[in-house]
């Protein structure tokens, strides 16, 4: 099975400063990678995913992430954050054959300061 | 209209009772889920289904289970609610083949008290 490690659950950041978001995961087979984001009170938005190609995934409202294969992370990250990106961020992962099953890290809280 | 709506949102009931949270979707797609968020455990899976036929347990089956009564609505059932069951749950669908992402819908707070 597959199983992703969130490092930060919590990261204060302020407005218009750069955010790293971190997420290794752990797999045996190749993967596909995805992020999510949580608004207060609502279900999960697809923000960004990998399947294969070029390493650095943009997504939706400027956040990329960069998948690293040596390293077993796809950090999320966005140059200028604006109060609209308080969020939870989850990080999930899934093999590429087989059942599909998502697995998801246990989120990251983004709070961004005025 | 949403994709993916849940009903109810909140609900609030008693050890012992016995609750159904239902879900439907819009997106024609075949794959339905059913998880659980607990604060600082992310999400986790309860039941999958790939089609009207196909059920299958995920992490977290146990005291739940669930009824697949067309392509468009999932239904997961507490037989005997107990209050660590206590959460927020979501309906995800998606797209049979391919890359999996999930499109979930906004949720339903489940309190046991």
């Given at each position: 099975a597959q199983s992703v490690t969130q490092l930060d659950s919590q990261v204060p950041v302020f407005e218009e400063a750069p955010v790293e978001l971190r997420c290794n995961y752990s797999s045996s087979v190749s993967v596909y990678l995805f992020w999510y984001v949580q608004y207060p009170n609502q279900g999960l938005q697809l923000l960004l995913k990998y399947l294969?190609?070029?390493t650095l995934v943009k997504g939706i409202n400027g956040f990329e992430a960069e998948f690293n294969k040596s390293q077993t992370s796809f950090h999320l990250r966005k140059p200028s954050v604006h109060i609209s990106d308080t969020a939870e961020y989850f990080c999930a992962v899934s093999a590429?054959?087989?059942?599909?099953n998502l697995f998801f890290g246990t989120g990251t809280r983004l709070t961004v300061i005025p | 209209d949403a994709d993916v709506t849940q009903t109810p949102r909140n609900r609030i009931t008693k050890t012992g009772k016995r609750i159904m949270l239902e879900c439907s979707q819009t997106?024609?797609?075949?794959r339905m889920y059913w998880y659980r968020q607990d604060p600082g455990l992310g999400l986790r899976l309860i039941y999958y289904s790939f089609d009207v036929k196909d059920i299958n347990k995920g992490e977290i089956s146990d005291g739940y289970s669930v009824s697949r009564?067309?392509?468009a609505k999932f239904s997961l059932s507490l037989e005997s609610a107990i209050p660590n069951q206590t959460a927020l749950y979501f309906c995800a669908t998606s797209p049979s083949g391919g890359a999996l992402a999930r499109f979930f819908g906004p949720g339903t707070r489940l309190t046991v008290l």
């Open positions: 294969s190609g070029s590429q054959t087989g059942a599909n | 997106k024609g797609h075949d009564q067309a392509q």
